[in-house]
């Protein structure tokens, strides 16, 4: 079964360089979160986007930008990256809203580890 | 302050052994309560998924249990073998708030033993 992809799984930027996440949901999948998850720490929600409108903002940087295009695929930039980004970086697809009632499947890409040197 | 508290933080059991992972929430309004098993660097993997109505639900050798009014839930693991070493996370979704609907503990690092 098709799951969620994530692109490039690893990544090594310098600092202040500039660096694109990307995820491709399952397929009819609508809603895609982005979830940051420092070493040792729990993930940390970025941004989600359901039906191609941003849905949810959480811990996101302002160097920070993402969006969701017509084909449900999402895109994670990061500009003038610090020491601090480094980190796993996870994608999520599901139907509809992950807290509306009910039982919706998320599920998580492997992520993408990006090294900030 | 919608939060989700696990513990035991870590443990370590021999292979064979059962054990059990706990998990407090105060989310308000709740939706439903997930638990995931997390490999080191690798995208966590759902287990279960268990609404306010269900009280008991198995995944194979894993059992979760939810107690909607004490905010309780437990993860089971029974006959344990050396590939369940991961962390399990317990993910509790909200209505509305201001983290995508989903609410994470730290999780719990099982590390299973020979």
């Known amino acids: 079964a098709a799951g969620v992809i994530q692109s490039p799984r690893h990544l090594i930027k310098e600092k202040r360089e500039t660096a694109t996440l990307k995820c491709y949901p399952i397929?009819?999948?609508?809603?895609v979160y982005w979830y940051q998850q420092g070493p040792g720490q729990d993930p940390q929600f970025l941004i989600s986007f359901y039906e191609k409108m941003q849905s949810d903002k959480g811990s996101i940087p302002d160097r920070f930008s993402a969006q969701q295009f017509s084909d449900y695929h999402s895109e994670l930039n990061m500009s003038s990256l610090e020491l601090g980004d480094s980190a796993l970086y996870f994608c999520?697809?599901?139907?509809?809203?992950?807290?509306?009632?009910?039982?919706?499947?998320?599920?998580f890409g492997e992520g993408s580890r990006l090294t900030v040197l | 302050k919608n939060q989700v508290e696990q513990s035991p933080q870590s443990l370590i059991i021999l292979e064979g052994k059962n054990c059990t992972l706990q998990c407090n929430y105060t989310v308000s309004p709740f939706s439903n309560l997930r638990w995931y098993k997390q490999d080191t660097g690798r995208g966590p993997v759902s287990l279960t998924i268990m609404t306010f109505s269900e009280n008991t639900k198995s995944n194979g050798r894993y059992t979760a249990t939810l107690d909607a009014d004490t905010k309780q839930s437990s993860l089971h693991i029974t006959a344990s073998q050396l590939s369940d070493s991961a962390s399990y996370i317990c993910v509790v979704s909200v209505n509305g708030g201001s983290q995508g609907n989903l609410i994470f503990g730290k999780g719990t690092k099982l590390s299973v033993k020979p």
């Open positions: 397929p009819r999948h609508d809603t």
């Open positions: 999520a697809s599901t139907s509809g809203l992950a807290g509306e009632s009910g039982t919706g499947e998320l599920f």
